[in-house]
């Protein structure tokens, strides 16, 4: 009988070493999670930052183009303004004398 109990207890230390073992890998199991995710969040967040910065910069390069366009499109009207004023400058006496004769004859 005496035997029996000592099989017994065996048993019984060797399912506390196993229960152990399993706490403790679990623990770890845990840890490597909680870590993981850690990781991952701060990947998430800097890829959003990154994202943000190179957006900011895309929109900059992109408004700066555009800012230089505008710019070039009024220097481009401001020229043919001029272009057409001095064409009708050229053109007023001639027009004023066509005018007055058809006037005059009228």
Sequence with gaps: MV???TLLQQ???KEEQVSKKINVIKQET???IATARGEAEKIIRDAEESGKSAAGELYRKE???FQI???D???EAAAKAEAAKTHGEKNLNSA???IVNYVTMG
């Design 3 to 5: 035997d029996e109990k």
């Design 11 to 13: 048993i019984r230390d």
């Design 30 to 32: 845990e840890t490597a």
């Design 63 to 65: 408004k700066e183009k």
């Design 69 to 71: 366009q505008v710019e």
């Design 73 to 75: 499109l009024k220097k």
């Design 96 to 98: 004023v004398e066509t």
